[in-house]
């Protein structure tokens, strides 16, 4: 049966309405460190089922000169998955949910985010570890706690693509090694479509709410003041329309990405003077080499002549040494992280540009289009 399950690809990411909520809960209470923690359900027919969540347990740090280190706590915390005192944890709870008849299967674990920067090497070594030791079939889910705070959720499913996950177990990202395999930064993460699933029970109980919404026709705003007005009589309604959606005023949460993606290219640049460093040294190094060989020849041609033992041609690699290539994994990560940051800033440059031309006859009545 596994292996006929192994011979199915994993078409998309169906996660519980619970399972959300838990996510959210736990990512937001820990904002702004990072939130870990894994995922049981069921694998059917290419649909991987996360039917229930469970944190990871948080280790307090020792405080130094009475302030704590929001760094440190956020890097131990985006390792956890892979610590081996969590390993243990999560296997107590798997079977712990086996005694009482639940889902209790690896499906993968979940990690917050904050402005979309997720792509790191913790990542990418907590899915390269779940993928290979612990279930093949496996998937990293991000929760954007930024994204989801300007009103839209930000939970995503993500994979290591198979040529990946084989340049890294070889663990050579040189530029020969990258051109052998054509690895690109496309191919590192491999997104699945996610879709949030409600039990029949939870569906019947929105349908039997008491507040109905409004049957008359609702009038437009007729400035921008007025989207931030709310109706008193209707702030009890969990379903009532409410112009929230039509918020104009996240102009900060696109300047800060512009923000992460200039560092982004910054650092993209310092990677490329770095490799771009390495290859003067090595064309020095080599010519060196050259020269050494060239001379080394000559001298046993004069040997030769005079019947005397040739000297040995190969004992540059004990006078020379040549520099060691940076690893490129980091400039892909980097690279990766760049063209997340750029889909993101124009998916809310598009949905700005949409509530702008929709607003814009109100805004601005003298300026209408024929």
């Known amino acids: 049966m596994a292996d006929v399950l192994k011979d199915v690809l994993l078409r998309s990411v169906q996660v519980e309405a619970l399972v959300v909520m838990k996510i959210?809960?736990?990512?937001?209470?820990?904002?702004?460190?990072?939130?870990?923690?894994?995922?049981v359900g069921m694998d059917v027919q290419g649909t991987l089922q996360a039917t229930n969540s469970f944190p990871f347990p948080t280790t307090d740090l020792p405080s130094t000169d009475g302030h704590h280190d929001n760094n440190a706590a956020s890097n131990l915390a985006a390792a956890a998955p892979r610590a081996k005192v969590n390993a243990a944890y999560q296997y107590e709870m798997i079977r712990n949910l086996r005694e009482v008849n639940i889902d209790a299967n690896n499906v993968g674990w979940y990690t917050s985010a904050n402005?979309?920067?997720f792509v790191t090497l913790n990542m990418i070594e907590n899915q390269y570890y779940y993928q290979k030791d612990l279930n093949e079939r496996t998937v990293a889910i991000v929760h954007d706690v930024s994204r989801s705070s300007q009103g839209s959720l930000g939970l995503r499913a993500f994979r290591l693509s198979q040529p990946f996950m084989t340049a890294y177990k070889e663990g050579k990202f040189t530029t020969e090694s990258l051109q052998k395999s054509n690895l690109r930064h496309q191919d590192i993460l491999v997104e699945l479509p996610l879709h949030i699933h409600n039990s029949h029970l939870l569906t019947s109980f929105l349908h039997q709410l008491p507040s109905k919404p409004p049957t008359t026709e609702i009038p437009f705003p007729t400035d921008l003041a007025a989207l931030?007005?709310?109706?008193q009589n209707n702030q009890g309604a969990p379903l009532f329309p409410n112009f929230d959606s039509l918020d104009l005023s996240i102009d900060p949460f696109?300047?800060?990405s512009c923000d992460l993606l200039l560092d982004s290219i910054e650092t993209h640049h310092t990677e490329l003077n770095n490799y771009q460093y390495y290859q003067r040294q090595l064309g020095r190094e080599q010519a060196k080499i050259t020269a050494w060989q060239l001379k080394r020849k000559a001298e046993n041609a004069s040997r030769v002549l005079t019947k005397q033992a040739p000297l040995p041609e190969d004992e540059w690699t004990k006078l020379f040494k040549?520099?060691?290539e940076p690893n490129r994994l980091e400039v892909i990560l980097n690279s990766r992280q760049v063209e997340q940051y750029a889909r993101q800033i124009d998916g809310f440059t598009a949905a700005v540009s949409g509530k702008m031309f929709a607003v814009r006859s109100n805004l601005m009545p003298g300026d209408t289009e024929p």
């Open 254 to 256: 696109l300047e800060k």
């Open 228 to 231: 931030s007005v709310k109706d």
């Open 115 to 117: 402005m979309g920067n």
């Open 24 to 39: 959210i809960k736990h990512c937001s209470q820990t904002f702004p460190t990072t939130a870990t923690g894994f995922l």
């Open 322 to 324: 040549l520099p060691q």
